[in-house]
């Protein structure tokens, strides 16, 4: 009997690969495909190249290709906002992005911000992270806000993170830390001109 291919989902709904079952039926070992995909990209402004299945997630490459394991993997689905990095400035989930969609682009992780940075500071300072997995989320898609938004209000806040999930804090730190932040590049800003 021809070997059929067959495609299954793994627990990551975004994912799908190619299996191979042999003529011996479905207890034989699976042999998967994958092709491999060369990447140039920039990461938290360094120049990077590297190589991953064709699959595979901005998300996978950076923590399972690149051990920058501050992204974190929440849901895999696009939902909770837990992996949002900038990609060419823009929040986005990178789970949902096929890593090849990011070759040749810029990519920002939490990793490239330093612990002076002023979201990084106020939200440690001000009590808004606890368990801390979705505070690198948190603090780069506010930091997307404030790029565009230098004085937001606290709407203007509650928006940009509607996004990102987080079961600790209920939100009113992560708020306040947010604006602080933003005064405090204001500051900065206004000193150095
Ligand atoms: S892990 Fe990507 S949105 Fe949840
Ligand atoms: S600090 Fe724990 S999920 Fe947000």
Redesign the pocket.
Known sequence: MWPILRAIATHRACRVRAVLLRSAGDDAAPIEFAMTIALDLTINGQRCRTQAPDHWTVLDVLRDGLALTGTKDGCGEGVCG?CTVLLDGLPVRACLVLAAYAAGRSLITIEGLSESDPLVDTFARLG????????PG?ILSARALLAENPAPSVHDVREALAGN?????GYVK?VEAVLTAARSYACASALSN
Not at 128 to 135: M, S
Not at 165 to 169: G, I
């Open positions: 837990a808004a992270a606890q368990c801390g997995f979705c505070t948190m999930l987080c079961r600790c804090t992560i």
